[in-house]
């Protein structure tokens, strides 16, 4: 085995896969009965954190293409939960906002997540925590 592989930083990588993995099909077991995906779920988080925006946009700040990104928000939109709104800036690239029910049934995942990250994080350390994603997110901007 190469020594890369057996390096602490290598192995640090491995568990953040594995635990990327785990919270992937963690985060699908609490969409469980919501009749959405984890795709519409992370573009649901968009439109609830930032109001308005155009596919492009999200596909920007979401690292894929923006086809991707317009599938998931026609099914979004077919299920009710987004409604699109003329864009001054764009004419054939509306803004996309939540619905009533969109912004309920996101709030609905939102506090799932909640109880779930209470009880994931219920035994670390404040501490931990903060050294933890002050690390994340050094690893995040180098890559950035």
Do not use: C
Not at 16 to 27: E, G, P, Y
Not at 47 to 75: C, W
Not at 99 to 121: N, Y
């Amino acid at each position: 085995m190469s020594k890369a592989i057996n390096s602490e930083t290598y192995q640090a990588i491995w568990l953040i896969r594995r635990l990327f993995r785990a919270l992937s099909q963690k985060s699908s077991e609490n969409l469980e009965g919501l009749g959405i995906s984890v795709a519409d779920r992370a573009v649901l988080e968009f439109l609830y954190r930032e109001k308005m925006l155009s596919v492009p946009e999200i596909a920007q700040r979401y690292k894929v293409s923006r086809q991707h990104v317009q599938v998931t928000v026609n099914s979004l939109l077919d299920k009710g939960l987004a409604v699109t709104q003329d864009n001054p800036r764009h004419k054939r690239s509306p803004h996309i906002i939540l619905s009533s029910k969109g912004h309920e049934l996101f709030e609905a995942v939102l506090k799932r997540d909640g109880e779930t990250v209470d009880t994931l994080f219920s035994n670390i350390s404040k501490k931990d925590i903060q050294t933890t994603r002050k690390t994340l997110q050094s690893l995040l901007n180098e890559l950035s």
